[in-house]
């Protein structure tokens, strides 16, 4: 099993950054694909970014290239969302994700990820 711990979220107004943090914790995770995923009120969860084990490959959804990056350390067992230049519709909360197929079955599908955390919420003000 394998536990995830979002922090980082809070409220920012528009145009400024946020950094997301998942730790993992029961399991390394170094082998498995990360994601982010983000839900908001009255909308389906929707893809945001994913890192395929080692950093091989990187995922990210349109509505966000450019302006957010998924870096991760395996040595502390954490996946992070690096977010800028953020919008009033980025406002959501954001879940973290651990795929142990890495991918297999696509990084962008959420229902390839087995592990999920508890989410974390972002608020972006105008």
């Known amino acids: 099993q394998v536990q995830l711990v979002e922090s980082g979220g809070g409220e920012v107004q528009a145009g400024g950054s946020l950094t997301l943090s998942c730790v993992a914790s029961?399991?390394?995770?170094?082998?498995?694909?990360m994601g982010w995923f983000r839900q908001a009120p009255g909308k389906e969860r929707e893809f945001v970014a994913a890192?395929?084990?080692?950093?091989?490959?990187?995922f990210y959804a349109d509505f966000v290239k450019g302006r957010f990056a998924i870096p991760r350390d395996d040595a502390k067992n954490t996946v992070y969302l690096q977010m800028n230049s953020l919008e009033p519709e980025d406002t959501a909360v954001y879940y973290c994700?651990?795929?142990?197929?890495?991918?297999?079955?696509?990084?962008?599908?959420?229902?390839?990820?087995?592990?999920w955390g508890q989410g974390t919420q972002v608020t972006v003000s105008s």
């Open positions: 029961g399991r390394t995770i170094s082998a498995y694909g």
């Open positions: 890192i395929r084990a080692s950093g091989a490959s990187t």
């Open positions: 994700a651990a795929d142990k197929n890495n991918g297999k079955y696509g990084s962008a599908w959420h229902g390839g990820y087995d592990y």
